[in-house]
Every structure is written in C-alpha cells, then in structure tokens.
C-alpha cells in the first residue's frame, strides 16, 4: 500500500491532546505510524494553513435499509436538480435527503467522514439493510438492529431474566449482523400496532404487562452483562411533543446507579439520541418552548450518559422512524404523505415528508434547542453532533451545523432572518449565547467523542500511531480569522484530502476511489442457553411468517467485507 | 439414496413461501421431489429437470434456424448490441435474484440504457399512488398474528397466490388470532365469483370498472354520510354493513392485485384505495398490501431504488437517472418505437406485451435471457438460457411485504450452463472495455 506523510498541518486530535500544533502525519498499510516510520518513498501532501483531523465518525443516521429506501421509492421529487453523472469508476448519483447509496458513501467522504452507523434496523430486514450497505461506498458501517419492543425482550424482562435477555440480544446481534443495543420509543411501537402508544416510561405495553422503564433498565443491564462495545442508543418515550422534556428526564433517571462494564474504554450506560426532539417545554404549539437547559444540566452532571444533537437544519427532508405512533401523528399535523410499516414481533415503522420553514416559529425553535445542546455541553466527549439524518436535516448539512455552532455572527444573523424572531428568541436561550465551539471540541464532538461512545476509540477517531488511518485535511486555516462565516461551511463540504484506511478516497473535494468499505458488527459469545434457543425455535415455528433457518444474514452478497468485534461473556 | 434439503425458498410468486423442503438424488443432480409448494411452485421446480432443456445459448440465423452458439459468443453479442444502441431497453428482472438486478445496472449504467421492470405493466400504478400519497403497511407475520379483518380486492389468491390464505392472512392461528379461520371475517370485492369469493364472509360483486366509486362510498360510509341507493352495482346498506366490519376490527388489512391496477381509473383506484386504509385508522388499525406477482418484482424495485432513486421505469440514457412513467415506461419506448435494442431478462413479455410492442421486439436486435422457452426467446435474435433462480443458484429474493428471503441452492444446473450473475458479469466486462472503462 501506498505511504504518504502530511506534513505542516494544524493537528486536532482529542485522543493525543494536540490542539492545533504544527505536527506531520505518516500513514502506511492503511495505518498511522510514527513519521519516522514511513520511507523517503512516501509521498508528500504539503498542509501548511490547513486543519488536519482524524475521519470524522457518524454516531447515528437513518442511511440504509427498508424504511430509507420507502422514502426513496415514495419520493421521486427528492432527486430532482440533484443528480451527478457517472465519471469513471464512481457510479452517477442522486438525492438530497434520501441520496442513493452511492451517493451517501461519497457525500460522507467529501465531508471527511470515514465511519457511520445506521441507527435503527429492523431485525426481520437485516438482509435488505447489509445489501444497502454494500452498495454505499468508502465508509465504514455498522448497524444498530431495535430490540425495544422486540417479543422475547418484554417477555423475559417481565420477569427479570436479565441472562435470557443477553443471551437472546447476544444471538440477534449475530443473525442480523448488527453492532448494537436500539430502543425506539420502547413499548409504544409495540402498543401502534394497535393503534396506540405509550407516552411516558411508565405507561404499560398492552398484553406484554411491562412498562417502558423496566424495558429500559432490564435492556441497560443486558448490555452492560455482555459488556458489548457501545452502551444501549435510545430514542425515548413521547418524541417531538410540547412538554416532553418530563419524559425524557425520566429516562435519562433510569440510568442512575448503572456503571460501564466492558473492556473498550466506553464510560456511558445510556446513549440518548437526537435529544433536540426530546427537549420541549410548553403545553402545546402556541406556548412551545426549549428546555435545553433542563436536559443539558442533567446531563452535565451525569458521567455515565453520553448524547447526540439532531439539530434541525430548516431544509425541506424525510423524516423516518422506528417510532410509528409519532409518524402517524405527525401525517395528521401536516396531511403529507405517510408510509408505516409494522413488523411482526419486532418493530415497526414510519415515514413522512416534513419542511422545516424558517417561517414557522416551531421549526425555528427547534433550530434553537439544537444548537443550545451543543453550546451548553461541558464536556464535548459526551456530547456529539447529528442531523438524526434525515429527520432533522439530511447529513449534508454538517458543515453548516458547525458554521452555526463556531460562529455567534452565524448564528445571529440566522436569527434575525426568523419571521418570528422575536417569539423565537422569547422561547429559547440562543440569543444569550456567544460561545463559539473551537477545532478541538469539534475533533471531540465528531471524532473522538463518538469513538469513545461506540467503543472504538482504539481503532478510530484519532490520529494515535497504530490507529487506522482514517485522516482528513481541511482547507481551514486556525491561524486567520474568519471574516465569514461561510468560509467555515465551505472548508468543511469539501475535504481537501481523505484517506480511508490509508487509501487517498478524496482529493480537492473530489471522490477519487471508491475505497474499501467494511461492515462492522459484535460478535459476542455467551454460556450456552438451551431455554433461549428453544424459545427461539417455537417463535419461528409459531408466529414468525420466515422460517429461522432463513432468517440470518449471512455470507457474501450481504457481508463482503465484515470486520467483527469480538465480545466474550461466557465467564 | 437422497437427501431432503429443508427451508427451500420457492422462486415463483410473490408469497415466497420458504418451507417447501425438496428431495435430490445423492451427487446434487437430480431433483426428484417437492414438498409443501402448492402445484405451481412444484412444476416450476420439476420443470428444470425437463429432458428437452435448451443448455447453450442459440442464435437465430437467416433462415429462421437457431444455431448453438458458446456463453462467451453470446456475451460478445449482448455487449456490442447494447454499446452500439442509443437507447436500448433492458426489461424485466422480477424473476431472478438482486445480485444479477445490481449487476444489470451496472451494465445499464455504463451503456445508458433504460432499466425498467415488470411492475410497467402490474403495480407500477400502484407505486404511482403510493408516490401520491403513501402506504400504510405491514409485514404477513403481522397479519398471521393479529389481522381479523380480511379484504381482498380486485385478486384471486385461491388461484394467483395458492398459499397466501394458508401461511398468512386466512387459516393460520396466530399470536393473538388463536382461532385462525373463525378469528377473522373475510371480505372479497370483485366482480366474478372466483374460488377466494367463494370462501368469503362478504362478497361484494362490484359493477367492472367500478372500483373508485365503491372504494369513496366505503369512506362516505365510514363517517355516516348521505349514499346514494346503489353504488358500482352494491346496494348502499351492504356497504355500509361492509364498512362497519372493518371498523370493528382490531386490526385489518386490504390485499389488492390487478383487478384494481390495470382497471379503469389505474392509480386513482389505489390512491382511494389508500385514502381509505389511511381513514380506517382513525377508528381501528389497518394495512394495505399489493398482491405482487413475480416472486422479486418487489426486489427490483428496491435495488433500483436504492441505487438509482426510482423503482421502476429508470431512464439513464441521458447520463443520470430520469423517471417519467408514460414516456420512460417499457410499453410506451417500444410503442413509439424509440428503444434501439432489446433485452429481456426474468421476464416474459412476449406473452403478455400488446402485439404492436411484440412486432416492435421482433425487429429490433434483441437478447431474451431465460431458462424457458418462451414467446419472447421465439421472437428475439438470441436466446441465453440459464441456471434457474432459486432452484440451481440461490440469491436474495424480496417478497410482496418488501422481507428479503435468501433463496437456496438445490440442485445443479446441467454441466456447463451459466447463472444471470455470472453471464451479466462477462457482459459487464465486455462492455467495460467496449467503453474503454477497463
């Protein structure tokens, strides 16, 4: 493999505690090594004035499977003025919100991301989900499948069988290949299928007897019996309604007394998502309002909790979720179209258009809470930046996120450009604020924040000999200051070098290679439980309309590359 | 001696019923035996054990007479027909598996042509409704465990789908359905006493054409508004009484087919047909489901989605991805005489295409892939026969509620034939270098 060395560069890296000094990078066999280590073959990339980072890590995205590709399906106006032609080797790709996977693998890479996790897969579709990845180029992928309002999970929970509950997460990570511990509003997508929805996280799920809380805590205990690699990602009870800030307070409580247990250096039991669709205050759409600093001081003090944004970026997008009570309540706000699906014993879910308008004073608050996350967190290792992509924004818009998080003039002249500012501004913090995010809390927030949290801060988000080389140069200089903000926006859209794994995949903004993607997913083992394999076996024969021996995602076509995580909890 | 292979997938609909198990000869060659399938699917498995198996591919001569040509010969063939042509036409795709779908747009990709699958002249309407105004849906399990409430409009599965009502929405006891058959009322909306009408609780013998009319009284009838006495041909009280059935549902699904998509009003039909699943639920919860034919029609569909944004009816030819039924739709290219080249795979249009665009196929250089014989081979210049899917190669395969299902392997094909997969991979290298991409 080819080496290089970049050399005068401003260097980021959290896992090093580099903040902006002069240092050279060497890459060879797709690893960084010290720069003594490479030969005097290695070739040279001059990045004096630039930013040099490690690849930025995506924590949670909704980018392959069976509900991205209905958005895709049932919106053929997302492609339009979209399109890029094929050139070469890199295959003609369209889209905004929903892009076509290709184009999701090369917006990511052009962005300086190298890894990215899809956030919710249903485990009957796990096939649909790995074929989707395989066709997304360059980046790393792993996939979190959703377990909770999973039948087996509320059956053994109801009566605290925490080793069943492992064993069976253990056995369902394996056949659908996936990397971590989901839950999306646990209980109430196994209440729509009725119909209904459970609120608060202490509603019972009809039939199952169980309540939201102890899905969550039994789920909690699971992860951390198997001590897998990331800790369990939620998406609490009662999203995106006025007042829900009670709720998700309530869940974050949950996961006092927990402590990590697992050999990967992670810190946190709980990882809350797009915690802006979960920090509302108010009694209804007229007196909504942010509670960011409800959640951010709870979090603040609270070690064992790491978050992301989902910052609204006031684009017109898809959003899509496992949470199908929400997306149904959200077609009767805004009567456009809405695709469900439910999926038997598993899961469910939903898909509506949404146009977040700077007119309207709800889309710009929620702008507000956004951003207040962010610039209220004090410890940007536990606190990442996401899009909740698409939901919020698609992931294009990441440069623009940090646009706003770095620059106060940005921010503010966003606000003046409100319709209601001044109801905006009644109803959030944002005004008041003048904190301006610097390079190194950005590398913590995007790179090795996220690593941390998903347990593979030894393999990425840094720039540490040894670390795969996954590194980005921005044409950035930290020495000038910004005169506009828009220059932030620009050097972050366009990477002006990525290397993937040490192979150059971007070069001035421009895909190069189409790299060498791997699947990442846990392969984690435990004692041998002839009650949960017989479980399984009746499930299949009884209700499941696949038959187990079908049901894996396994070789080839679906799993070329993988890159398993091994995790022993047999002692 | 045999051997049994269990969890065989059946390549034939879109139920794709993956318990058959199918008894082979001990060295793999021979199938001798299917289990399970209903009789469609187990001719379709025997059928590849046929003794006058066409295994090379043939090209027509002069004179009408085919003449055995080598994989490579032929693979030469399709890549220069479809690099030469400005607008070729690559069809079908719903009866094989999504590696050979993925390898075609590769190819499709690379020489600009039109991709489109059978769903242009089946549920392409319906994908135009959904794109209107979406789809509330569900998978089968879901049905087998909760549905008491069947609706079955405008499709016969007694006959199209043999095993739907058995695995799926009628006879199984599920989860919460314990007493299966007398668990769930069945409605059946169609205008002929088919073998499905036949065992429902409530037929409705819609007036032909009629569809949208009856589907807007079931809304109106839904909030207790004014009727007129007779809609489509059905009293107003049967309507009414058929609407309160399905609002005393915990839990309903409509299964539609062609009867409605390729009937007067196309797309309007399933739009309404939608509206009003969607209006159910602000009493109970209720799905809709099209009854998808070729068992990976829906798979096509998918692929093209996620690689190209569209699910059917893909025009590349200007260097991006267009879509445009009606003017980028298979029938219309060939009706209008714009597609240059012709090829078919996993597909018989020859069949079921109107005359004039079975003419048009007969005229243009056109390369039929398929294991049969079938009028599209008689009328195209070559035919490549290959392994068939899901009997002598495996792959995935999505079924009608978009669950992929990994086909399998039982048998071998006979010495020496290629799979899709494999002879669209010597295509796609072939045409690379034909592009100077190699």
């Keep these: ?51 040099v980072m490690a690849g930025a890590i995506e924590i949670h995205a909704h980018i392959a499977g069976p509900k991205v590709n209905v958005g895709r399906i049932y919106r053929p106006e997302d492609k339009l003025f979209t399109y890029t032609p094929k050139k070469g080797n890199i295959r003609m790709a369209g889209g905004f919100s929903i892009p076509t996977t290709f184009k999701t693998g090369y917006e990511y890479a ?21 074929e989707e990845i395989r066709d997304t180029p360059i980046i790393d992928e792993g996939a979190f499948p959703v377990f909770g309002n999973n039948w087996f999970v509320m059956e053994y929970l109801k009566n605290n069988e925490i080793e069943n509950t492992a064993a069976y997460c ?112 108010g009694e209804n759409w007229g007196n909504f309002e942010s509670k960011s600093k409800e959640i951010m001081d709870y979090v603040n003090k609270s070690k064992n909790i790491t978050i992301d944004t989902g910052n609204v970026t006031l684009d017109e997008t898809t959003t899509m979720t496992a949470d199908g009570p929400f997306e149904h309540h959200l077609t009767e706000l805004n009567h456009l179209k809405w695709a469900n699906v439910d999926v038997e014993l598993e899961t469910a879910a939903g898909v509506v258009p949404y146009i977040y308008s700077p007119d309207i004073k709800v889309c710009a608050i929620q702008w507000a809470i956004g951003l207040e996350l962010a610039l209220m967190a004090k410890d940007p290792m536990r606190c990442f930046i996401t899009t909740d992509h698409p939901n919020a924004g698609p992931f294009t818009r990441y440069p623009r996120v940090i646009k706003w998080l770095m620059s106060a003039k940005a921010r503010e002249a966003q606000i003046k450009a409100f319709k209601n500012s001044d109801k905006v501004i009644a109803a959030t913090h944002i005004a008041g604020m003048d904190r301006e995010i610097s390079l190194y809390e950005l590398a913590q927030m995007t790179r090795a924040g996220p690593a941390k949290s998903l347990g593979l801060s030894g393999m990425c988000g840094g720039l540490k000999p040894g670390m795969d080389a996954d590194v980005v140069v921005y044409d950035f200089s930290p020495d000038k200051p910004v005169a506009n903000p828009d220059q932030i926006e620009a050097a972050f859209s366009r990477a002006a070098h990525v290397f993937k794994s040490g192979v150059e995949v971007v070069t001035n903004g421009e895909v190069v290679n189409n790299g060498n993607k791997r699947t990442i997913w846990v392969n984690a083992k435990v004692k041998e439980n002839p009650q949960v394999m017989r479980d399984i076996q009746e499930k299949f024969l009884k209700y499941y309309s696949v038959s187990q021996a079908n049901y894996e995602s396994l070789g080839h076509h679906f799993v070329p590359n993988p890159y398993a995580i091994e995790v022993d909890a047999t002692q | 001696m045999t051997k049994t292979v269990t969890d065989v997938v059946c390549p034939f609909c879109g139920t794709l019923c993956d318990d058959l198990e199918v008894v082979v000869s001990d060295d793999g060659k021979q199938l001798t035996e299917v289990y399970n399938a209903c009789v469609i699917g187990t001719e379709k498995f025997l059928h590849s054990q046929a003794k006058d198996r066409v295994t090379r591919p043939r090209l027509r001569q002069e004179d009408g007479s085919w003449k055995e040509i080598s994989y490579d010969e032929a693979a030469e063939y399709t890549a220069q027909m479809l690099a030469k042509a400005k607008k070729p036409l690559m069809y079908g795709w719903s009866s094989t598996n999504c590696e050979a779908q993925s390898m075609g747009h590769e190819i499709a990709e690379m020489v600009g042509a039109c ?34 409430r069947i ?79 007779v809609v489509a041909g059905i009293p107003a009280e049967k309507i009414r009484e058929a609407a309160d059935l399905c609002k005393s549902g915990r839990f309903g699904i409509i299964f539609f087919g062609m009867g409605v998509t390729q009937t007067l009003s196309k797309n309007h039909n399933i739009d309404e047909a939608i509206a009003l699943t969607k209006h159910l639920n602000e009493f109970t919860k209720f799905s809709i489901m099209p009854m998808r034919g070729h068992y990976n029609v829906t798979g096509s569909g998918e692929v093209l989605a996620w690689q190209f944004g569209f699910p059917y009816s893909v025009d590349l030819t200007r260097g991006f991805a267009r879509y445009n039924p009606g003017d980028t739709s298979t029938i219309d290219l060939l009706a209008r005489g714009e597609a240059d080249a012709m090829f078919t795979l996993g597909s018989d249009p020859g069949a079921h295409f109107p005359i004039s665009c079975v003419k048009q196929i007969a005229q243009l250089p056109s390369v039929c892939i398929d294991p049969h014989q079938t009028p599209t081979s008689g009328v195209s210049k070559l035919h490549v026969p290959v392994a068939f899917c899901g009997v002598e190669v495996g792959g995935n395969a999505y079924r009608m509620d978009n669950v992929p299902i990994d086909m399998r392997k039982v048998v071998d094909p006979p010495a020496g034939m290629l799979t899709d997969e494999e002879f669209l991979t010597k295509v796609r290298d072939r045409v690379k270098q034909l592009k100077g991409l190699a």
């Design chain 1, 170 to 281: 253990a056995w369902l990570l394996r056949a659908t290949k996936g990397y971590a511990i989901k839950l999306v509003n646990p209980g109430g997508t196994e209440a729509w299928a009725w119909g209904l929805n459970c609120l608060s996280v202490n509603d019972p799920v009809p039939y199952f007897d169980i309540t939201p809380a102890e899905i969550i805590k039994g789920l909690i205990e699971a992860n951390e019996y198997l001590g897998l690699p990331h800790s369990i990602h939620i998406h609490p009870n009662n999203l995106g309604n006025p007042g829900n800030f009670t709720t998700t307070l309530d869940t974050l409580k949950l996961a006092g007394g927990y402590k990590a247990k697992n050999k990967f250096g992670r810190d946190q039991v709980m990882h809350l998502t797009h915690t802006q669709f979960h920090s509302y205050g």
């Design chain 1, 1 to 51: 493999m080819a080496e290089y060395i970049i050399k005068n560069g401003h260097v980021f890296d959290p896992v090093q505690g580099i903040k902006g000094d002069k240092a050279d990078v060497a890459i060879k066999d797709g690893k960084i090594v010290k720069d003594n280590e490479v030969s005097s073959k290695a070739k040279a990339i001059d990045a004096k004035g630039k930013t």
């Design chain 2, 151 to 229: 609706l079955f409009w405008g499709c016969n599965p007694a006959h199209a789908h043999p095993r739907h009502m058995s695995r799926y929405s009628i006879y199984p006891r599920g989860f919460f359905t314990g007493k299966g058959q007398k668990s769930r009322k069945m409605i059946v909306v169609d205008p002929r006493v088919t073998d499905t009408a036949k065992l429902a609780d409530v037929h409705l013998q819609v007036e032909q054409g009629r569809d949208y009319e009856l589907l807007n009284a079931f809304r109106v009838a839904l909030n207790n508004e004014w009727l007129p006495d």
């Design chain 2, 115 to 148: 991709v489109d699958n059978t769903a242009a002249v089946c549920h392409g309407t319906t994908l135009i409704a959904v794109q209107d105004i979406g789809i509330p849906s569900c998978t089968l399990g879901e049905i087998k465990n909760r549905a008491d």
């Design chain 1, 110 to 130: 052009k962005m300086g991301y190298t890894t990215a996790m899809e956030a919710a897969m249903p485990p009957l579709f796990s096939r649909h989900v790995h």
